[in-house]
């Protein structure tokens, strides 16, 4: 089965900025839809951002929409996102998720998904 590879996150100062990678070993790339959710302890995940198969459709989260840059490299099978100018309520675990449409990415309820990587903003 398919497995999603997440990396980035870790500690970082206040106003920083951190760097996630997905990719997806053992199927077609190109064939999922591909994002990042958040959620903060005791609540629902939420989207982060989520880019389509082709990399032309993209979809933010309200809360962090002007601090996102979401990108993908079809060629080489990942997918990058960076958020800027953190704050400590951005503290909690990011995970990857992947689906064939990029509004089940968008809502949360993708099939498949990463197993979660911290981000801690603190100074």
């Known amino acids: 089965q398919a497995q999603l590879e997440e990396a980035g996150g870790g500690g970082v100062q206040p106003e920083g900025a951190v760097r996630f990678s997905c990719t997806i070993a053992?199927?077609?790339?190109?064939?999922?839809?591909i994002g990042w959710c958040w959620q903060a302890p005791a609540k629902e995940r939420e989207i982060v951002a989520a880019?389509?198969?082709?990399?032309?459709?993209?979809a933010y989260g309200d809360a962090v929409k002007d601090r996102i840059t979401i990108s993908r490299d079809n060629d080489n099978n990942m997918m990058e996102l960076q958020m800027n100018n953190l704050k400590p309520e951005d503290t909690t675990v990011y995970y990857c998720?992947?689906?064939?449409?990029?509004?089940?990415?968008?809502?949360?309820?993708?099939?498949?998904w990463g197993h979660g990587t911290q981000v801690t903003v603190s100074s």
């Open positions: 998720n992947r689906d064939g449409s990029i509004m089940s990415v968008v809502n949360g309820t993708a099939f498949f």
């Open positions: 880019i389509s198969q082709g990399g032309d459709g993209k």
């Open positions: 053992g199927t077609l790339f190109t064939q999922y839809a």
